[in-house]
C-alpha cells in the first residue's frame, strides 16, 4: 500500500526530507540519505555541527575491481552566506563549482576561491576546514564525487 507525505532526518543538525511514494522504498532512501548525512557531515570533535548545506545524492555504486569501495556523486546548494562546519569526509574527494562562487580549504593548505569550473580535492586524511559560499548575495552549487571505504572505520 503506498505511504503519502514525506519522511523527516536531522542529523548533527542537517535536515534530509524524502516524499514517500512507497513504504519499503521510502525507508530505504531515509535509510541511506541518513547514513550520507552522517558520513558528509562528520564533524571534527569539538567544532559545532551546523550546517546550511544541502545535499542531494545523485548516484552511489561499489567501484568494479577495487572490492570495499564505492563512489558517490552529489550535489552541494549553499544559500548566500552558507557554510558547513570543519568535517573530514574520510575519503578522495572531488569538487567542481557549477554556479556562485565557493570558498574551500583543507588544513595545513590555502584557501581556495572557485568559481564555475573550478575544482578541488580533498584527500583520505584532509581535514576540510573551510567550506562556504563566498557570497553573501547569490547562491551557490557544486558538484562532488567521493571514492570510500564502504565500511566506516576501514583500514586504507
Known amino acids: 500500500m503506498p505511504l503519502?507525505?514525506?519522511?523527516?532526518?536531522?542529523i548533527n543538525s542537517h535536515e534530509c526530507t524524502v516524499s514517500r511514494?512507497?513504504?519499503?522504498?521510502?525507508?530505504?532512501?531515509?535509510?541511506a540519505l541518513a547514513a550520507l548525512g552522517s558520513l558528509v557531515l562528520t564533524a571534527v570533535p569539538g567544532e559545532a555541527a551546523a550546517s546550511d548545506a544541502v545535499v542531494a545524492q545523485l548516484i552511489a555504486r561499489d567501484l568494479i575491481g577495487m572490492p570495499g569501495k564505492e563512489v558517490i556523486m552529489e550535489t552541494v546548494e549553499y544559500p548566500p552566506g552558507g557554510k558547513s562546519p570543519p568535517h573530514s569526509?574520510?575519503?578522495?574527494?572531488?569538487?567542481?563549482?557549477?554556479?556562485?562562487?565557493?570558498?574551500?580549504?583543507?588544513?595545513?593548505?590555502?584557501?581556495e576561491t572557485l568559481g564555475p569550473g573550478?575544482?578541488?580535492?580533498?584527500n583520505l586524511d584532509d581535514v576540510h576546514i573551510?567550506?562556504?559560499n563566498a557570497s553573501q548575495t547569490k547562491p551557490a552549487k557544486f558538484l562532488v564525487v567521493m571514492v570510500k571505504d564502504k565500511a566506516p572505520g576501514a583500514s586504507r
Do not use: I, K
Request: hydrophobic share 35%.
Open 4 to 10: 503519502r507525505g514525506t519522511c523527516t532526518c536531522r
Open 89 to 111: 569526509h574520510h575519503s578522495q574527494v572531488f569538487v567542481y563549482v557549477l554556479e556562485g562562487s565557493v570558498r574551500m580549504q583543507v588544513q595545513g593548505s590555502p584557501a
Open 130 to 132: 573551510v567550506s562556504e
Open 118 to 122: 573550478g575544482t578541488f580535492y580533498e
Open 21 to 31: 511514494a512507497r513504504g519499503a522504498r521510502a525507508t530505504r532512501v531515509l535509510l
